[in-house]
């Protein structure tokens, strides 16, 4: 089963996110053969982290909750929250797999309750429409199996670039998102 997994930074937390970072990195070491993507969310391209992102492909939903809540930064208190969905690899690749080096971002699309889910086509429009730039894409699922929303990793010259990928896909013109967050996002892991 594979997961999303977003922790966002508590305001002010830079210190002890700093502090923190190699328990972060040795917890992370462990599910080296499990994960999809990693990397923070920034401010700017070169700004302030705000949180992390994770997709990991885990055993079950006890091991995702575990990979949520016993990780170092959400111990230490460096989120404020954290987002967990059960998510699927459209691309069935990993962010290692991905070759670029602009700007990237990650998008995180919040199904509107009640959303039967992504139309047939969502898929497709990204593959034509940004196939290279495309680094991890897929829906997002509440502990039910319900469709929740998407959750997408691109590539885009700029955030007005992303913008647009994002809202002109079939989801999104079809009004299926309740809300759509736009990040700034790097490729994480130790230096």
Known sequence: MEYFFYGRDRPGAGQLRFQTMELHWAFMDGYADQMIARGPTLSAPDGEMTGSMHLVDLPDPQAAHVFAFEEPFYRAGVFSEVLVRRWRNELGRTMWEFSGGGQRYLVIGHGRPGS????AEQLGYLRSAAERSLIAHGPTFSEQGDWSGTV???????????EQLIDGSPEARAGLYAQLELHHWRFGGRS
């Open 152 to 162: 997408t990793l691109l590539e885009a010259p700029d955030l007005s670039t992303a």
């Open 116 to 119: 039967a889910g992504a139309p």
